[in-house]
């Protein structure tokens, strides 16, 4: 970075922390201004792996585009088509069978789970643990077996549809998810014995990274980032969609502010979904899967936004149509990129190995950063 | 003398590929995986195939780079390796040389381990590797310390500083056992402090993947590579060779009190398979370490060394030497 | 009381890595919770469910005849131009023209598996197939023409 190093202080280096870097996690590209260990300045550098999803779809039709959106944050890509289908079916004024809320709302959650599993191991990987990484595994193995039943994918699934779910969910369905929830609530408590009792765990991350509740909603950060903070932004809870208002659940709050809080909320969060498939998996109820939806979907001239919960934050797809088969314009609010912009601030005079901690604690998944 | 030094030399090379071998077992069944099984029965043939890879991989010099110290550092940490190597005791009549100061020469040279780290972080013109070689610089110096103090404990003790002295001194019973509670605090200490002086996990600072992609030598490829990192697990077999020397009782077999019996069923192990079972134990107990916990942060990692683990072991070397000199120890 | 204090915190300290260094031994001595799937050799016992999309097929029947009348509705369903449909007009026994596929035309290497031709197809003319080793040295093999060599028109389907 040429023209950044006139702008140093006298003992200052500047690292380029990717695109390949073993601690981004994928593409991302920081530059970092060190000054021996603690680090004075995080910039962010994007493009690397843009692809322009959102001018993509708009050459899609409303049918084609939603599994586009799978290859943004492919670790909640179900809950990506989710907000995509919610919100074409916003402007058709679509009834979804309650059966198929039912359906979206537990491949949701259990995405959700997948996508936090994957969290937890990733992020003791960046601590320097490689042993949680390949135990984190084993349980969300048997998520995307589930998947790759249902949804006939193991990760980008394209399941959800404008009016319901493309297909019936398997008749094991129902089993193979009981057994998970006991294979998970089996395993839950050696997350604790292998990484967050563990002092060299917690040393590492109370008290750094810390992120005020004011600094979080200035920067926009959403989802557990934000929670952490002790901000209440569950979208889930604050706009529910589907069956969200019916289901008995706790949004996961902490006060800390710092990685660990960040940590704990995650940590949490995934014995919320599964109480929420505990209260779903023996309720499905009997009906169609998919609404009867025209073969061409055209949406009437207008704007129109539909907001979710990813397992990272707030995901919002706002549609402009001027009446045709295709978008005019699709822009996607999409969680990592606004709590990466609280990088920076949260990295600031800490040491270079606190830097890959918080990272990791704010779950940076790239495509969906850099679209 | 000279086909025992070319015993040693092949047993170096031979401990390269044991101890790569036994980490990647031992990492995959605790990451319950298979581990290597391609290479050989059971995969057991992965290391040398690894090796050959290497060999035969084009050895780089970075353009920026001090080319004379960028290709003398991985020599360096391969020599000091082998130096280490001389006054141990494999077994009751196998010692290279017998050497009157064999512990203080151990910890004098096993030092000199850092320059190495410190030129190839240094020469490469990198500033991972720069960052790296630094970090391994503050580890290296302050562990050696709590490292020296629990060596201390047990030359009070045995009253010698000659490694076959020292074990002999352990011929009715180990230092672990004989020396109550302090002994087995600084044995905790030694193991402590030889995996950061290792720079093992979680002490890796100096390599630490996620932070500094590969440290001291992310520059290196091919062969100098490979020395690098066959330096890294002959000090570790020499670290643990020398834990067994001193707490364990080198080749010494395992008796108990009167039991004439089972004390002479004891007897009937070679001495070497002594020696090296109890190495091994403590090899596995380092690389147990290694997968399990995550890496310290840097300032984390002095804390430890200076408010920790060196005030204890200060405290417990005047408690082992009152312990000496008042003969409380069996 | 220091001192105390500075003791406790080593010990809770020390248990935490302990009960940590448990469960890894534990791992290390029990086998069977061995997860890892050794694919090129297991591939014989491997089981896909039977929605598992791996490639777009055309079913054929024992007589060589498919179903597919050559609609394109597969190929305006899908997002990235993977079908390809290539018509022409067979001469029915009646002398009348009637149009018929001749090459339906399947780009495997742009397929991102998303079904919408499947569901599009109005005749249920493809269907997704379990296969998965899709590598191949040559490009040019990923472009596949599924429709079986002289097959036709099943009678009936229109």
């Known amino acids: 970075m040429v023209e950044e190093i006139g702008s140093t202080a006298a003992g200052d280096i500047i690292i380029n922390v990717g695109p390949q870097h073993p601690a981004t996690h ?49 670790l909640s890509s179900h809950i990506n088509n989710h907000a995509c289908a919610l919100c074409v079916e916003k402007g058709l004024q679509i009834e979804v069978p309650s059966r198929a809320q039912v359906i979206r709302v537990l491949m949701d959650e259990l995405t959700r789970i997948a996508s936090h599993e994957l969290w937890w191991g990733a992020m003791a990987m960046d601590l320097g643990a490689f042993t949680p990484f390949f135990h984190a595994f084993r349980e969300r193995e048997a998520i995307n ?23 019936d969910i398997h008749p094991n369905f129902q089993s193979r998810v009981k057994e998970f929830i006991a294979l998970f609530k089996s395993k839950v408590s050696e997350y604790n014995e292998l990484v967050t009792g563990n002092i060299i765990f917690q040393n590492r991350m109370k008290g750094v990274g810390n992120l005020s509740a004011a600094d979080a909603i200035s920067f926009g950060c959403t989802g557990p980032t934000a929670r952490g903070s002790g901000v209440s932004c569950d979208i889930r809870k604050l706009y529910p969609y589907e069956i969200y208002d019916t289901l008995n659940f706790e949004e996961i709050l902490e006060t800390g502010g710092d990685s660990f809080a960040r940590y704990m909320v995650r ?73 990466l912009s609280a990088l920076d601030h949260m990295a600031r005079g800490s040491k270079l190995g606190d830097l890959v901690a918080m990272m990791g604690t704010l779950d940076l998944v790239i495509p969906d950063i850099d679209r | 003398m000279v086909i025992a030094g070319i015993a040693v030399i092949t047993l170096f090379a031979l401990l390269g590929l044991v101890l790569v071998l036994m980490e990647r077992r031992v990492a995959a069944w605790i990451q319950i995986r298979l581990g290597p099984n391609r290479v050989g029965p059971g995969g057991m043939l992965q290391s040398l195939a690894d090796t050959l890879k290497l060999l035969v991989k084009e050895g780089m010099t970075p353009d920026g780079a001090d080319k004379f110290l960028f290709n003398l550092a991985p020599f360096i940490a391969m020599m000091v390796a082998m130096l280490l190597m001389a006054p141990i005791a494999f077994a009751s009549d196998f ?30 013109n990198n500033k991972y590797s720069l960052m790296g070689a630094m970090r391994s610089g503050a580890q290296i110096v302050s562990y050696e310390l709590s490292a020296g103090l629990s ?40 193991i402590i402090a030889v995996t950061a002086e290792t720079n093992r996990a979680p002490f890796d600072l100096a390599e630490a993947e996620s932070e500094l992609t590969a440290g001291f030598h992310t520059e290196y490829s091919g062969m100098k590579f490979a020395l690098f990192f066959l330096a890294e697990y002959i000090n570790v077999f020499i670290v643990c060779a ?56 840097i300032d984390q990692l002095l804390d430890l060394e200076w408010k920790y683990l060196l005030p204890i072991s200060m405290f417990n070397v005047l408690l082992i030497t009152l312990m000496a000199i008042l003969g409380w120890h069996f | 009381m220091f001192i105390l204090k500075y003791i406790k915190e080593v010990f809770s300290g020390l248990k935490s890595l302990a009960v940590g260094l448990r469960r890894t031994l534990y791992y290390f001595s029990h086998h069977k919770e061995i997860i890892t799937q050794q ?79 499947v569901v599009a197809c109005p005749t249920d003319a493809i269907k997704m197939a379990q296969t998965f080793e899709h590598s191949v040295f040559n490009r040019a093999e990923l472009t596949k023409v599924l429709n079986k060599p002289d097959s036709k028109i099943r009678e009936g389907v229109e």
């Not at chain 3, 005849?65 to 369903?77: D, K, P, Q, R, S």
């Open chain 1, 26 to 74: 994928g593409v991302l590209h920081l530059v970092i201004t060190i000054n021996g260990e603690t680090i004075q300045k995080v910039e962010p550098h994007l493009g690397y792996i843009h692809r322009s999803i959102e001018k993509m779809c708009e050459s899609l039709t409303y049918r084609q585009f939603i599994y586009v959106t799978s290859r943004m944050d492919y």
């Open chain 1, 145 to 167: 077996d589930i998947m790759e039943e249902t949804c006939g994918a193991r990760l980008t699934m394209n399941y959800m549809v404008p009016g319901g779910v493309m297909q």
């Open chain 1, 267 to 339: 940590v949490r969060e995934m014995s919320q979904s599964i109480s929420i498939i505990e209260q779903l998996i023996d309720n499905i109820p009997e009906g169609d899967f998919q609404a009867k939806t025209k073969a061409v979907l055209k949406l009437p001239k207008g704007e129109f936004y539909q907001r979710v919960e990813t397992a990272r934050g707030e995901f919002g797809v706002y549609i402009v149509s001027e009446g045709g088969t295709t978008p005019y314009r699709i822009k996607y609010r999409s969680p990592g990129f606004s709590n």
């Open chain 2, 95 to 124: 010692q290279l040389w017998n050497l009157n100061i064999g512990v203080l020469y151990v910890t004098a040279i096993s030092s000199l381990m850092v320059i190495s780290i410190l030129m190839a972080g240094w020469a490469s």
């Open chain 2, 151 to 190: 060596i201390m404990s047990i030359v009070v003790l045995s009253g010698s500083l000659n490694l076959n002295e020292i074990i002999l001194s352990q011929a009715d019973g180990w230092w672990i056992f004989k020396g109550h509670i302090p002994v087995v605090i600084a044995f905790i200490i030694f």
């Open chain 2, 242 to 297: 020398i834990g067994a020397t001193l707490f364990l009782g080198g080749w010494m077999p395992f008796h108990i009190g009167h039991w004439q019996a089972f004390n002479h069923v004891m007897d009937f192990i070679p001495s070497s398979i002594w020696f090296f079972g109890k190495t091994f134990f403590l090899i596995f107990l380092i690389m147990w370490f290694r997968w399990t916990f995550p890496r310290l942060r």
């Open chain 3, 39 to 117: 694919y090129p050799d297991n591939r014989d016992t491997l089981v896909f469910p039977d929605r598992f999309k791996g490639e777009v097929v055309m079913v054929h029947d024992d007589n060589n005849e498919h179903a597919c009348t050559g609609c394109t509705a597969c190929e305006l369903a899908c997002p990235n131009a993977t079908i390809k449909i290539i018509t022409k007009f067979d001469i029915t026994p009646e002398g009348k023209k009637k149009k018929a596929i001749d090459k339906f035309v399947y780009h495997l290497e742009l397929c991102t598996m998303c079904n919408l031709c």
